[in-house]
């Protein structure tokens, strides 16, 4: 067991779905041609006035209200100082000193124990742009149709004590986002980010150690491994008697490991003050109580329910209630069945998730619905067609909204359960295996498979296996 104990805060940068940038009027559509959402505002033209978009300062609160937030009535946006290619002001519009929501918390479950996880803060601010460096051009670009791109980044405590720990919380915070419906969570494209700080210390030590900012994630399985590397590479560094210097580190996805971006020997000193441009933002009350009656069943409300409601196991209630269209769906297709809910979560786990997870696909546009899962549970239940012919047929289900009853007349698929023909395929086993047969009757149960396996074959994966299962057993017996 390793003699230090892991210190983990992290900065989520998380992308506000809203039409038009936080200060301007300018599209926030991805996938644009470069420098096509831009104006003369988002561009820093000399002399323009930014106007704050009022969905922005609602979507931030709502988030502050479902993590547990105090809201503050009166905020200030503030400017950051710094200087770089895609910045075009020389600053960037965020808050500092006086932001939208603070002192909330995040509650998660690791290896089932819950834990806290304080918030810090949640502010508003601008996106910067995006720099392009091209080989073949020998040059640089700059596309600014990022820049204006309202974010809300969420800051929390320094709470986390491992990788893991660190996942769930994102997990838990994407969640939130989703459920709220303020933010697309998508990590490939940078509309959900973060920033891990992480330190170590020896266990007992309450004073933290030297911190190194890792940058460049954008997986949660990136985050993972990115965070179990720097950790071992700064236990080598103490172990060797070196000193861990603080600075901004990338991690290289092709080698799992982290590397030097730049030195941070002292905090960046912004030189934040207030915008001279932008006057506070007032709230007022009736606006947070209108925007608190708004909120949904939110991420671990809903998971709670579930577990109680249909008696899901914790695995399970996570990964249907970790996305809201998942868990929608779930809940359509269990009143939609009527039967065992637990038929449906293991068709939902185990078929939906690993279709949705490889398509890229959303629930909510999955041609088979949740109407039409629950008729496909119901032609298994009734011994029309088997397990394996429904999961053969999951996927096509899946793209092509045929209704289950139909696909499976049209291809032949009604199950075998004449007692008769299936009797003939039985004896055909039984007389091409004979030494199988007599070790069977000997006691080696475990044959069953084969044999079942072997009319399968013949039935073309049709037969009715409780019926095939009787017929073996009533002639091996």
Request: hydrophobic share 35%.
């Amino acid at each position: 067991m390793s003699r230090y104990e892991t210190v983990i805060g992290l900065e989520v940068h998380a992308q506000l779905k809203t039409q038009t940038k936080i200060f301007c009027s300018c599209s926030t559509k991805f996938g644009n041609d470069p420098n096509e959402n831009v104006c003369a505002v988002c561009s820093g033209m000399p002399g323009v006035l930014p106007v704050l978009n009022e969905k922005v300062a609602e979507y931030a609160t709502k988030m502050g209200l479902a993590t547990n937030c105090e809201i503050n009535l009166k905020s200030v946006f503030a400017r950051k100082n710094y200087f770089y290619p895609d910045l075009p002001k020389g600053y960037q519009i965020s808050q500092f000193e006086l932001p939208i929501c603070e002192h909330g918390y995040v509650d998660i479950d690791v290896d089932g124990e819950k834990k806290r996880i304080g918030l810090t803060r949640i502010h508003m601010e601008e996106d910067a742009g995006k720099n392009i460096h091209s080989a073949a051009d020998n040059a640089s670009f700059v596309d600014l149709n990022r820049t204006g791109v309202p974010l809300i980044e969420i800051v929390s405590e320094p709470d986390m004590r491992s990788a893991e720990e660190a996942v769930a919380y994102l997990k838990e915070v994407r969640a939130v986002l989703l459920y709220l419906g303020i933010c697309d969570g998508n990590l490939e494209e940078g509309s959900f980010r973060c920033d891990a700080n992480i330190s170590i210390r020896p266990y007992g030590q309450e004073e933290f150690g030297t911190r190194a900012e890792l940058k460049n994630l954008n997986s949660f399985k990136n985050i993972l491994k990115a965070i179990e590397y720097e950790v071992g590479r700064q236990i080598d560094l103490v172990e060797d008697g070196e000193a861990v210097v603080q600075e901004t580190r990338l991690y290289n996805v092709e080698k799992g490991t982290t590397h030097s971006m730049r030195g941070k020997e002292e905090a960046h000193d912004y030189r934040y003050f207030p915008d001279p441009d932008l006057v506070p933002l007032v709230l007022e009350e009736s606006w947070v109580e209108k925007w608190t009656s708004e909120l949904p069943e939110l991420p671990r409300a809903k998971r709670e329910r579930f577990m109680a409601e249909y008696t899901l196991a914790d695995y399970d209630a996570a990964l249907i209630t970790g996305d809201i269209a998942v868990s929608e769906y779930f809940e359509a297709a269990v009143k939609a069945y009527g039967g065992e809910t637990k038929k449906v979560t293991n068709w939902v786990v185990g078929d939906l998730l690993p279709y949705l997870g490889e398509t890229e696909s959303e629930a909510c546009d999955c041609k088979l619905t949740p109407e039409k899962m629950a008729e496909l549970l119901k032609l298994v239940d009734d011994g029309t067609i088997s397990v394996k012919i429904g999961k053969d047929i999951f996927t096509e289900l899946c793209t092509s909204g045929d209704a289950p009853a139909e696909l499976v007349k049209a291809k032949g698929l009604v199950q075998m359960s004449d007692t008769g023909e299936l009797e003939a395929m039985v004896d055909q086993v039984i007389a091409d295996n004979p030494e199988e047969a007599e070790a069977y009757r000997g006691g080696k149960k475990k044959l069953m498979g084969f044999f079942m396996g072997q009319v399968m074959r013949l039935s073309k994966g049709q037969a009715n296996p409780g019926v095939v299962t009787q017929l073996f057993n009533k002639k091996l017996s």
